[in-house]
C-alpha cells in the first residue's frame, strides 16, 4: 500500500488540519497517510477531522514534540460523497452561536460579564437551540475553569448542542488544562461550522 507522508512540524493551526484534509482528498487510490505534528492540539485537531471523514486514525509519540499519526484511506470518493450529502441536508437549516469574548457590549467589563452570563443562560431556554457554540479568543474562557457558565453550557452539551473551543486560544491564556465543557477545535473546523450555517448569533 502506497504511503503519503505530510509534514506539519513547526505549522501553526489550522494548517496540519488543511494539509491532512488536501492529501486525503486527493488520493485516488488506497494508501497509508502518516502526518507528523509537533504538539498534542494539533493531534487532537487533525484527529478529528479525519475522524469526521469516517476514518479511523491512530497516533504514536515518536520523540518529544514529535507526533506521527497514521491513516488508512480507502474509497475515498464514497467517503466524500456521502459527506457532501449529509452537509447539503445539515446546510437546511444551521443555527450556531460566536462567542469571541467572555463579555457582551462595550463599557463596563464588570456589567459585561453579567450580560454574557444572562445571554449564555437565555440560550439554554430557546425552543430551538442551535447545532453548537463556537469559542474563540477570550471566548474560551466561558468554558474554562472559574467560568460562571459553565452550568449553562453543561446543560447545552447534554441536550446535544456541540461546544467547541479553539485550541489555539486556549494554549494562548494557558488555559489547555482547564477546559470544564466541550471539546477543542480549530480554525478550520471553526470556518467550516460558520460557513455551513444558515443562522450565526453573536452577542
Known sequence: MNIVK?????????IPVVKTKKAIDALTEAAIVEISVDNEIAVQNVTKM??????????????????VIKV?????????????VVTTVEREEKMIVVLSSDKMGEGDDELGKVLIKGFIYAITQLDKLPKAVLLYNGGVKLSSEGSDSIEDLKALEEKGVEILSCGTCLNFYNLQDKLEVGKVTNMYSIVEEMAGATNIIRP
Do not use: F, R, S
Open 72 to 84: 488508512q484511506c480507502g474509497e475515498i470518493a464514497e467517503n466524500q460523497a456521502a459527506k457532501e
Open 6 to 14: 505530510v509534514n506539519a512540524i513547526g505549522d501553526n493551526c489550522p
Open 50 to 67: 479525519v475522524t469526521q471523514k469516517n476514518l479511523e486514525p491512530t497516533c504514536e509519540k515518536v520523540a518529544e514534540n514529535h507526533y
